[in-house]
């Protein structure tokens, strides 16, 4: 660097700006965090779906639909999609939707938002949200089924407090940074 007198203007152009980002944080789209228990998406708005209790995000990693750190691998954006009031979410990177298979197991297979891939989001007095799925004529919450140590996830709840509790992070244009919960 160049040593300057206080008053004289910085000339020195060989400086290098290096990020402040760690491996902690991941970049993305500008992030609005709409955290708040009155937010949920709406059609069309790309979202990051994050448990409130551990901080991990809904993630679509090796084909398969798993919690994970944001900053981990995999992708984490959904595209919401309703339709006559069910929400769909439909990966960013493989144009699939979240459904589930006749195990109960989440998985990012669906090339159509109907019946297997229709979610409800569920306010909850803490604040955020349950998000369940139709088992025929049931709604059951989304858990954690543990899997070689992966989070898998799956429908198989049986009642609302046994359901993850998620809140909405909303992707937008520009760039921007989001650190690790």
């Known amino acids: 660097m160049v040593s300057q007198e206080p008053d004289q203007p910085n000339t020195d152009d060989s400086s290098i700006y290096t990020p402040t980002t760690t491996a ?32 991990n995000v809904l993630t679509l990693l090796d084909g398969h639909i798993v919690l994970a750190p944001p900053s981990g691998r995999g992708s984490i954006l ?28 989440l998985k990012c297979s669906a090339e159509q938002h109907d019946s297997w891939r229709h979610f409800t989001i569920t306010p909850v007095p803490k604040g955020g949200y349950i998000m369940q799925m139709l088992d025929w004529w049931t709604l ?21 407090s046994e359901g993850i509790v998620w809140n909405f992070l909303e992707s937008g244009a520009g760039n921007a940074e989001l650190q690790e919960f």
Do not use: Y
């Open 24 to 55: 902690e944080s991941v970049t993305l789209d500008l992030v609005k965090d709409h955290a708040s228990p009155s937010w949920v998406p709406s059609h069309g708005s790309t979202v990051i779906i994050r448990s409130i209790s551990c901080g």
């Open 78 to 105: 959904w595209t919401c999609i309703e339709t006559e009031g069910w929400f769909g979410f439909r990966s960013c990177v493989s144009a699939k939707f979240i459904c589930h298979g006749s195990d109960g197991r």
């Open 140 to 160: 059951r919450p989304i858990v954690i089924n543990v899997q070689n140590g992966l989070q898998m996830l799956g429908r198989t709840g049986n009642k609302l």
